[in-house]
Nanobody, 128 residues
Framework: VQLQASGGGLVQAGGSLRLSCVVTGLAFNDYDFGWFRQAPGKEREGLACISMVAESVHYTNSVEGRFTISRANGNNSMYLQMNNLDPADTARYYC??????????????????????WGQGTLVTVSS
C-alpha cells in the first residue's frame, strides 16, 4: 500500500494550498481516508476524514471551517483544500487509511483500534 501526498510548499499567512494524495495497493473505493499532520516537536494529530463515497466528512476543531476534505474515486485520489493558513499550520501533512469516518473519529483518531497505512507526507510551511 502506498499513499503519496503532494502539494505542500511555502505560503504566506492567510494564503491557501491544496494537498493531494494518490493511493495505490488497495481498493480505494472501499475505504474511508483521513488527513493528519505533525508539527516540529509535536505529536501527530488527526485533521479530517472522508467516507467511501464522501457521504460523511468530519473535521477536528483545529481546522473546521478552514480546511475541506474531498476525494475522486475515479482517480484513487484524496484532497485537502486549506484556506486562511496560519503559521501554526506549519507541519508535515499525511494521508492515511483505513479508518471509520464518523464523529467519533474526530476525538479518537489516535486510538489503538486504528492501524493506519502512512505515506511519507508533504511539508507545508506558513510564513508570517
Amino acid at each position: 500500500v502506498q499513499l503519496q501526498a503532494s502539494g505542500g510548499g511555502l505560503v504566506q499567512a492567510g494564503g491557501s494550498l491544496r494537498l493531494s494524495c494518490v493511493v495505490t495497493g488497495l481498493a480505494f473505493n472501499d475505504y474511508d481516508f483521513g488527513w493528519f499532520r505533525q508539527a516540529p516537536g509535536k505529536e501527530r494529530e488527526g485533521l479530517a476524514c472522508i467516507s467511501m463515497v464522501a457521504e460523511s466528512v468530519h473535521y477536528t476543531n483545529s481546522v473546521e471551517g478552514r480546511f475541506t476534505i474531498s476525494r475522486a474515486n475515479g482517480n484513487n485520489s484524496m484532497y485537502l483544500q486549506m484556506n486562511n493558513l496560519d503559521p501554526a499550520d506549519t507541519a508535515r501533512y499525511y494521508c492515511a487509511a483505513p479508518l471509520w469516518c464518523d464523529a467519533t473519529w474526530t476525538t479518537e483518531w489516535g486510538s489503538d483500534r486504528y492501524n493506519y497505512y502512512w505515506g511519507q507526507g508533504t511539508l507545508v510551511t506558513v510564513s508570517s
